[in-house]
């Protein structure tokens, strides 16, 4: 009778591959289209970019129908859009309670996290080729119905200027998602941070001259709203006033969000 020995029973464990980043990304771009109100609100883009471009060629006159001026106009609905879209694809875990899920099946948070925010620049990219697209066609159409000449004053420099523009604004958004993880709140604080302080720190501007030359290093606002003038280059200064209101306003209360994420108690 063959006797087996005792360390010889064990049975070898199949090794276990994390999930790869792609699929996960993947996932998540998927969820974002999934619900009735995730499609409309990123089919909105299209829908604005199509009637902003309509309104630049019935009102716009003639000698004002340039492809700077669709751009120009198609942005305004746009980048109130995409940051909606970042806040809505964090916050949803929270809000729909989907979390549990989400976080059991991937214990790791931070890979959650980075997938979320690749898919979100990854829909940032993909509505910005398409409203270069659409402002292009009506370019092509302004010029044909009201008989203007064709002017493509945008080069391709100003258009990655422009995308990155778009995208701080999509991260920032973001960053709210993360930091608050309600959406209510996280839109809210979208607005004040977008709309209201600008408006502040423009009028304490133009009363306080101490204020005066501090704007730019503290108006996030202010200091990107050279990334959407297509008539001129950015300056080393701009880029700088870019970089330390970026640090002061996306990274640094990503930061304090990532970490309260990977703390928070998921129900």
């Known amino acids: 009778m063959t006797t087996i020995a005792a360390g010889s029973s064990h049975t070898p464990r199949t090794a ?24 409309w609100l990123i089919a909105s883009i299209a829908i604005t970019a199509v009637l902003a471009a309509g309104g ?13 001026t669709f751009a120009t106009a198609i942005r305004f609905p746009v980048v109130i859009i995409l940051p909606l879209i970042a806040i809505l694809a964090v916050t949803s875990e929270w809000s729909q309670r989907t979390g549990l899920t989400t976080f059991t099946l991937i214990p790791h948070r931070y890979r959650i996290i980075s997938a979320k925010a690749i898919g979100s620049v990854i829909i940032a990219i993909a509505a910005m080729a398409l409203t270069f697209a659409v402002g292009a066609l009506g370019n092509l159409l302004g010029a044909g119905v009201k008989g203007a000449p064709l002017v493509w004053d945008v080069t391709l420099t100003q258009c990655l200027y422009y995308v990155f523009g ?25 607005f004040i ?46 880029w700088a ?26 129900k």
């Open 166 to 190: 778009m995208v701080l604004s999509l991260l920032v958004g973001f960053m709210l998602g993360v930091l608050i993880r309600a959406s209510t709140g996280a839109i809210v604080a979208y």
């Open 193 to 238: 941070l977008t709309f209201l302080l600008p408006t502040l720190f423009g009028l304490l501007a133009s009363s306080a001259q101490w204020f005066h030359t501090l704007q730019p290093w503290v108006d996030s606002q202010f200091a990107q709203s050279g990334l959407f003038v297509f008539d001129k280059s950015l300056t080393g200064e701009q």
């Open 56 to 68: 630049v060629i019935v009102w716009a006159p003639d000698g004002q129908l340039t492809y700077s």
């Open 16 to 39: 276990v591959h994390p999930v790869p980043l792609t699929r996960i990304t993947a996932v998540e771009l998927r969820k974002m289209f999934d619900t009735r109100s995730g499609f």
């Open 241 to 266: 006033h870019i970089g330390v209101t970026g640090l002061i306003w996306l990274v640094l209360p990503l930061l304090v969000g990532l970490r309260l994420v990977m703390r928070a108690e998921v």
